[in-house]
């Protein structure tokens, strides 16, 4: 099986936990970047008026984020995809909606997987309403400070 690793990431934590991943299937790293890039001002938590902030309570804005690329190449010869992200506001980070809605998830196998230092992953049941068609495997949130042993954990439950 071919396998791709897309994810999303700000602080290079899911990033961290993407090369895990890809490392123990062999599979090819795809990175999303938001079309109009998130600046260390605009994901200031702590400023109310922060972009994440403005973001994460109004959910037009949320859905108004798009990636600068949605497609992957060659994408039709995956047959397992990992998305991540990190957490943000207990949900997985937003920019990857427009990667999960924008692409036929019909006959690969999906699992989701985010970053956070204390967050749950709150939406995985949004997240897997946005990929139509795909089969959905078990997903997974990881600690900031996860081990690669724990992570090849997960990949090794998938059974894939």
């Known amino acids: 099986m071919k396998t791709l690793v897309a994810y999303f990431t700000e602080n290079g934590c899911t990033r961290r936990v993407a090369q895990t991943i890809a490392e123990a299937t062999g599979a090819t790293l ?8 998130y600046t260390s001002a605009d994901l200031d938590w702590r400023n109310p008026e922060s972009r994440v902030n403005r973001e994460a309570n109004d959910p037009a804005a949320r859905q108004s984020v798009k990636l600068a690329d949605t497609s992957v190449p060659d994408w039709d010869s995956y047959d397992v995809v990992f ?24 006959g690969k196998k999906l699992a989701a997987f985010v970053t956070s230092a204390s967050s749950s992953f709150g939406n995985e049941s949004e997240v897997k309403g946005m990929a139509k ?12 400070s996860v081990s690669a042993s724990t992570v090849k954990s997960w990949v090794d439950s998938l059974a894939l």
């Open 30 to 37: 795809h990175e999303l970047k938001a079309a109009q890039p």
């Open 83 to 106: 998305i991540g992200a990190p957490v943000w506001w207990g949900a997985a980070a937003w920019p990857i909606d427009d990667f999960l809605t924008s692409n036929d998830f019909t």
């Open 133 to 144: 068609h795909a089969q959905w495997l078990v997903g997974k949130r990881f600690p900031s």
